[in-house]
């Protein structure tokens, strides 16, 4: 009778740690990206003059080898000392994306620091810059927008009205072309978010 209650106990604690394993990690967000410097102070001074981030106290022990800084909702950049290997990012490779309030305001501000950057201009026409820090970790800005499908809408607005007024001659709207013109492009720019999804838009 003993061994079949300690054998009923081992089966039932079984299926109990059985039924607790979760289903995924439970990945609730991301804490911090840290990045491997070979200069603390230069680094330091770089995300902060000149990404413009936020500092976070270090404990005095470690301020020589380590820099830390707030991204914004509980999350970091952690900076650490002790790089002996060269950094090779690329755009189409290993890189980190920021939001910026004006691409434009962000373009003159690394003109204005001789700061070496390349500028395209994405599938759906929105423009980025990508710039490396002191060390080459690639950083790649675009410009933050409430709702991209609203900067589609009024973009494609201002190519119709563009393009009707090229070909009536007029200011004004009187028949179906600016429309046609305008469900046009709205239409096109479905299509490549479409073929973006798909990793496709490259033959575009």
């Not at 109990?16 to 410097?37: C, D, K, R, W």
């Not at 500028?119 to 423009?127: C, I, L, N, S, T």
Request: hydrophobic share 45%; charged share 20%.
């Amino acid at each position: 009778m003993k061994k079949l209650f300690i054998l009923f106990l081992i089966l039932t604690g079984s299926n109990l740690m059985a039924q607790e394993i979760p289903a995924t990690l439970g990945f609730a967000s991301l804490n911090h990206l840290a990045l491997q410097v070979k200069d603390i102070p230069a680094s330091v001074d770089f995300y902060k003059n000149t990404i413009g981030l936020t500092p976070v106290e270090v404990p005095d022990s470690l301020k020589a080898i380590r820099g830390w800084f707030s991204t914004g909702n509980g999350q970091m950049i952690h900076l650490l000392a002790g790089r002996t290997t060269p950094i090779v990012n690329d755009k189409n490779g290993s890189h980190f994306a920021i939001f910026v309030n004006s691409i434009a305001g962000a373009e003159k501000f690394l003109t204005a620091r001789k700061i070496v950057f390349h500028k395209q201009v994405r599938f759906d026409g929105a423009v980025q810059i990508y710039f490396a820090d002191p060390d080459g970790y690639l950083i790649e800005m675009n410009e933050k927008r409430s709702d991209l499908r609203l900067h589609h809408y009024y973009g494609c607005m201002r190519m119709a009205v563009k393009k009707y007024l090229h070909i009536s001659k007029t200011p004004i709207i009187k028949d179906g072309i600016f429309f046609q013109l305008f469900r046009n492009c709205i239409k096109k720019q479905f299509f490549i978010r479409i073929l973006h999804t798909q990793n496709r838009y490259r033959y575009i």
